[in-house]
């Protein structure tokens, strides 16, 4: 099956600080990525798809100044969570297309991003 | 609004013993898809099931679709200490995988 990475897989910063999150797939091209969020014990919540060479599409509720995507080439994503605040931790993990493989999503491992 | 609701919200079993997770749904749906997570780690897909199909196996997963109730159910038969995991319910409304919304999850917990 497709691989993807995520890097970091845990990251603890202060209150105030950025932070950048990279999805990769390593075995396949993605035009389309996704970033999700999950709280502790909770489902996860669908925060942006990330177009290769477009802008990214976030859903209502979601500050796109805050989570900053940018999916510069066909097998990376970033997420840059901007002035990141104790309420921003959380899961993140992301997912990515693979239309050779009837379009299934496939996830990376997560990351698990503390604010101090 | 999540899509899917899945019960019970936890399951304790003895290994051996099936388990069964439920799922509904509110919209109608391309298909519906049944992952797998473990303990602070990412998803792993398992089994997808399409509005026109009433059920799927693949392994020890056996699962039903019933789009007129919009519920559906995972079962794994002969349950593994291995198996201990969070499964999460997602649908596809446009099956283009564009979008998926997740349910809440169930947390299996398989004793040995």
């Known amino acids: 099956g497709a691989v993807v990475s995520q890097h970091p897989s845990w990251v603890i910063c202060k209150s105030g600080t950025s932070v950048k999150i990279e999805c990769r797939s390593l075995?396949?091209?993605?035009?389309?990525m996704f970033w999700y969020r999950q709280f502790p014990k909770q489902s996860l919540m669908l925060m942006a798809t990330?177009?290769?060479?477009?802008?990214?599409?976030?859903e209502q509720g979601v500050e796109k100044d805050k989570f900053l995507i940018n999916h510069a080439s066909l097998t990376l994503s970033t997420l840059t969570v901007t002035s990141a605040h104790p309420e921003d931790s959380s899961f993140y993990i992301c997912?990515?297309?693979?239309?050779?493989?009837?379009?299934?999503?496939?996830f990376g491992p997560g990351t698990r991003l503390t604010v101090l | 609004s999540q899509q899917g609701e899945e019960d019970p919200q936890a399951l304790s079993i003895q290994e051996g013993e099936n388990a069964t997770m439920n799922c509904s749904y509110k919209?109608?749906?391309?298909?519906l898809q049944w992952y797998r997570q473990n303990s602070g780690r990412g998803l792993v897909h398992l089994i997808l099931?399409?509005?026109?199909?009433r059920e799927k196996h693949s392994g020890r997963l056996r699962v039903t679709l019933d789009t007129s109730k919009k519920s559906s159910s995972l079962l794994i038969t002969a349950s593994r200490a291995a198996d201990t995991a969070s499964y999460f319910c997602?649908?596809?409304?446009?099956?283009?995988?564009?979008?998926?919304?997740f349910g809440k999850g169930i947390t299996l917990s398989v004793r040995p």
């Open positions: 099931i399409r509005s026109n199909e």
């Open positions: 997912s990515a297309l693979a239309v050779l493989f009837y379009n299934e999503q496939f």
């Open positions: 919209t109608s749906i391309n298909n």
């Open positions: 990330s177009n290769e060479g477009s802008k990214a599409t976030y």
């Open positions: 997602a649908t596809d409304v446009n099956g283009a995988n564009s979008k998926l919304t």
């Open positions: 075995d396949f091209q993605a035009t389309t």
